[in-house]
């Protein structure tokens, strides 16, 4: 199963040079990086990046992250995945460019929302 990651140009490209990353200022601010899985991305990406058109969307095989990745409850109670420790480049999966097109953000195809 993906879990989903949406970053910032800068992040993303932090993460690509340093080979790690501790993650978005939220996460730093929390102590873990947040994930979402496909049915909860859309909803992250419109309350916490909304109008926001210089993202990337990385995909994470969650079964590659161990014990370090516990899901935990947020918004309403439901559980969403939160990485303790750093992110690594070889965590990524795969990276898309997610963009922005009046205002709503479209998703790449290989998103599987349910």
């Known amino acids: ?21 501790i993650g978005a200022p939220i996460d730093i601010n929390d102590g873990y990086i947040h994930f979402s899985t496909a049915n909860q991305v859309k909803e992250t990406a419109t309350k916490y990046f909304a109008d926001l058109d210089d993202l990337f969307l990385i995909a994470v095989d969650k079964n590659t992250l161990g014990d370090d990745l516990k899901w935990e409850p947020s918004r309403g109670g439901v559980l969403f995945p939160h990485l303790y420790r750093k992110m690594t480049i070889a965590d990524v999966y795969w990276a898309k460019p997610l963009l922005l097109k009046n205002r709503i953000h479209q998703f790449p195809t290989e998103v599987k929302f349910e």
Not at 6 to 18: K, P, Q, S, Y
């Open 1 to 21: 199963m993906l879990i989903y990651k949406i970053f910032r140009a800068i992040e993303w490209t932090n993460l690509r040079v340093d080979g790690t990353t």
